[in-house]
């Protein structure tokens, strides 16, 4: 395929326009250049993004592809103007304006998903939940499990770090992470702590040659990383969950986004009713 | 505004839909029921999920809104069946075929964003910033500085670590973080380890009354939280800063989302031109 170039602009961060985007170009076999425009809130920046796409056109001879999520109208009239050599993809315009007949109100030109963030509760949630998933990262601490939303349990290194933060950042979620460690498979029962709070354990497991491969990478060479221990680990780890009847998956093939998705949709957090 | 039902439809995670979905409804003045429903990858499950909205619009009366990302065509005409009482917003139909029409390929109707992560580089690397963020949260480390794309400065509490863990997580970017102290002040200059990176430094700031808000809640009534202490910090921080010629911005009224991507517009890390 023939080389592109894409632009995201966007009158906020552009966050949305790039999710979006990337998921509509995941679709072609195509790995064009990026270029991001975000805070394009004024027609005169609108004209410079303009010029810049005409001249990428002049340069490449294809149309740049251009994902826009632009609530001002002036400023998409920019963008959208006869001479704008780009294939702009207005992602607003396109669902807004139906959205307006169904509500039978005007849309809000609101720019952005917290206009002030001091000031929404949303957000404040969100930063709590991700200084909750670091002081309850590794089993560090076992006070305030109660207000946990989710606790995920699983050997070290098969993916509960990544997902507490990710579940926290996205979502708001507070969840706390456990290690399972031999002492545990030993005393054959869940670390004693967790007992309470089994209703909202989710456990983690793992292919043990991947995570012989992950933790060789930290410790080169060491038992914690020899695969018959990580095998005899993601066993014992699964029998146990197993036994405890606590849900679980293996992140070995997946992202930290369809972990992180499994996991709310199998326990439903209150948190997420809203 | 009357009471309405979004369902977020997907046969991946979702998490398109719903940022998108979400940055549309904001432009509202509504705050509908959420439903989520991912991983609808068949006929079969695409039907139920339309007996569930059918099931709403009977109870509510009112349409219920679907922003729905679906590549398979069956299941998307399942959902946008004539039965289907939902308000279908169809992102991919609406944004995946003039795309084809311009590249004259067709698209290969891929589910999600990673179709293996264990074998994605780009999933790997965002692993990794991760751990990195980790790592060098909070000055922790002065090791491997040489490897940060992006190293942000500021007071405790302004704002660092929730943004490096956003870098790693959203764009794979390794920011560590480091904290300006009162030493550093007294000494006057900036900590020597950081000296060789200043073009990858950016400063965070922070309006002090929010400061000592934000201490507050950690140690209440300390000579940390104190509004007069935070005022001096927050004083020093920015000469220093600004004699470092260090570009900085104030968090106080900005979502994470916003902070990162003015980071990633000013410092433009070598990693991101992919």
Redo the contacts between chains.
Sequence with gaps: ?PHRTVFFVSD?????AE??G?????????QP??V?R??IDSIEKARQVVDEINRTFEREGK?P?VFA?L?NEAVRDTLQADDCKG?V?D??R???E??EA??G?K????V???S???KSHE?TE??EA?NFA?AH?DGQSARNLDIADVILVGVSRSGK??TS??LA??HGIKAANYPLIPEDFERNELPSSLAPYKPKCFGLTIDPA?LAQIRHERRPGSRYAALENCRQEVRDAEAMMRRAGIPWLSS???????I???I??DIQPER?V?
């Design positions: 395929m906020g961060t552009g966050i949305t999710t979006f990337n998921s509509i170009l995941a679709q072609f076999p195509t250049r990026h991001r975000p805070f149309r592809i999520t609530v294939l993809m992602m607003f396109t669902f807004v139906p959205l169904e509500f109100v849309s809000n030109h609101r952005g998903r917290f002030d963030v001091s957000y969100r930063i991700i670091l990262d770090t990544p933060l990710y950042m996205q991947r070995t093939h997946k992202s930290i986004e369809e992180a998705t499994t709310l949709r997420l809203y």
